[in-house]
C-alpha cells in the first residue's frame, strides 16, 4: 500500500486525483492528507511520512518546487502534476519521481505509481544490504536488541550498530553504523540511561556515543573525537581531564 499526501489549491483536482488513486488504479492506495498550500502540505508530511506526495507547481503564495527547500533530502516520493507544461524542465531538474498534466490521464498515473514501488523496493533492497554490510563491519562487540520510539511507532536495533546519538531540540537522533538516522522520541538523557551498561559515553550534553567507534581523541582549543565514520564529536571541557580514563575502563569491562 502506498501512502499518499496530496497538495493543490484547486479543490476539484484533488477529487479527480483521490477518485484514481482510490477507485481506478490497480495499486492499493491510501490518501493520508490534502492540503491547497505547501506550507499545511509540509505539515501533514511531517506527520503522516508518506510514501508519495503529488503537488501541483503553482500553489498560493508559494512554488511547489519550494518543497525541496523545506524537505532537502525527502526520503518520500515527489510527483507535480500541473496544467503548465511549461515547467517539465524545472520539475526534471530537481530529480522528481514523476511529472503528470492536467486533467491527469489514468494510464499515465499507473506508470508513475508502478515506477514509485519499484523504486522503493529497490531502495528498501539496498537498506537490507547496507544493514548486512553494518554487521559484517561491525568490532566484535556485544550488543543487545532495544526498542526505540519513533514518531509513528517503533523500531528494533541492535545497539552494537549504533554509532553515535545526538541531542535535536527535546529528542534525540539516532546514527548507525551505516550513517542511516533514526529521529527518536526520547531525549538523550533518557538514551543515556537506556545504554548505560552498552559502552555509550557522554563526551558533550548534545552527543552520546558508542565507545567502540573511536577513531581518536584529539587534545586542541576545541578538544574532539574522530569517530570510524569520519564524524566529529566534541568533546566538554569537563569530561576532557578524564575521558582517557573512563573510555579505557569501559573498553576493558
Not at 512554488?63 to 511549461?86: C, M, Q, R, W
Amino acid at each position: 500500500m502506498l501512502n499518499v499526501v496530496i497538495i493543490d489549491a484547486d479543490e476539484s483536482a484533488i477529487n479527480q486525483l483521490v477518485d484514481l488513486l482510490t477507485n481506478h488504479s490497480s495499486v492499493i492506495n491510501k490518501i493520508v492528507g490534502t492540503s491547497s498550500n505547501l506550507t499545511d502540505g509540509a505539515t501533514i508530511i511531517k506527520m503522516t511520512q508518506p510514501d508519495i506526495v503529488f503537488l501541483d507547481v503553482i500553489l498560493p503564495g508559494r512554488s511547489g518546487l519550494e518543497i525541496y527547500d523545506i524537505f532537502k533530502n525527502p526520503i518520500f516520493k515527489i510527483v507535480f502534476y500541473t496544467a503548465h507544461p511549461e515547467f517539465a524542465l524545472d520539475v526534471l531538474r530537481k530529480s522528481a519521481c514523476g511529472y503528470l498534466l492536467k486533467p491527469v490521464n489514468k494510464s499515465e498515473l499507473h506508470k508513475i505509481l508502478q515506477k514509485v514501488i519499484n523504486e522503493l523496493v529497490s531502495e528498501q533492497k539496498q537498506s537490507q544490504i547496507e544493514d548486512m554490510i553494518s554487521i559484517q563491519n561491525c568490532p566484535v562487540i556485544s550488543g543487545s536488541n532495544i526498542l526505540l520510539e519513533v514518531e509513528n511507532g517503533f523500531i528494533i536495533v541492535n545497539t552494537r550498530n549504533i554509532e553515535y546519538c545526538y541531542a535535536k531540540n527535546a529528542h534525540s537522533v539516532v546514527v548507525m553504523n551505516s550513517q542511516k538516522e533514526i529521529a527518536v522520541s526520547r531525549s538523550l538523557k533518557e538514551l543515556q540511561e537506556l545504554l548505560a551498561e552498552k559502552h555509550f559515553y557522554r563526551p558533550h550534553k548534545t552527543y552520546l556515543m558508542n565507545i567502540h567507534y573511536i577513531q581518536k581523541f584529539v587534545r586542541s582549543k576545541e578538544n574532539y573525537i574522530v569517530m570510524e565514520s569520519g564524524v566529529v564529536i566534541p568533546v566538554s571541557a569537563r569530561v576532557t581531564s578524564f575521558l582517557p580514563n573512563d573510555i579505557r575502563k569501559r573498553i576493558t569491562k
